[in-house]
């Protein structure tokens, strides 16, 4: 299965069948390469995730995914929008509760990735 998140680590000891289908459910909608088949880019699947995981309060509540959509060339405008649906959709304690922290997160990943992009060219790998 691959990195096991915590939470599925006792179903993959004891259903490790089950955990394979749930890997292999999350690879078909986000390949580990960019997939030219793909009818939707990876930054608006990153962007719904965000959008579901506020609206819901579940997982992380966006975080990681804010930072995985501006990695996949989302801008803050995108994100901002994206919270904004949510906000009129579900309520202003979406924003309070999860968006602040995916808004954050996102500017965060912005401040550092020229930093990771210039160090990444710099290397021999």
């Known amino acids: 299965m691959g990195r ?4 599925y680590k006792l179903l993959d000891k004891y259903n490790p069948k089950l955990a394979d289908c749930i890997a292999s459910l999350r690879r078909s909608n986000f390949p580990a390469k960019l997939d030219p088949k793909s009818a939707i880019p990876l930054k608006y699947k990153e962007l719904m995730v ?6 819901v309060g579940r997982g992380e509540r966006g975080v990681s995914h804010a930072r ?3 990695r ?9 929008e994206t919270l904004g649906l949510c906000i009129y959709l579900v ?4 924003f309070v509760d999860s968006g602040d922290a995916c ?3 996102a500017h965060d990943e ?4 020229p930093r990771i ?3 990444r060219k710099g290397s021999s790998k």
């Open 72 to 80: 996949a060339g989302a801008t803050m405008q995108e994100l901002l």
């Open 117 to 119: 992009r210039t160090s």
């Open 91 to 94: 309520g202003m304690t979406t």
């Open 4 to 7: 096991i998140p915590s939470q």
């Open 68 to 70: 995985k959509a501006v």
């Open 50 to 55: 965000v959008a579901l995981e506020v609206a």
């Open 110 to 113: 912005l401040v550092h990735l």
């Open 103 to 105: 808004m954050r997160a």
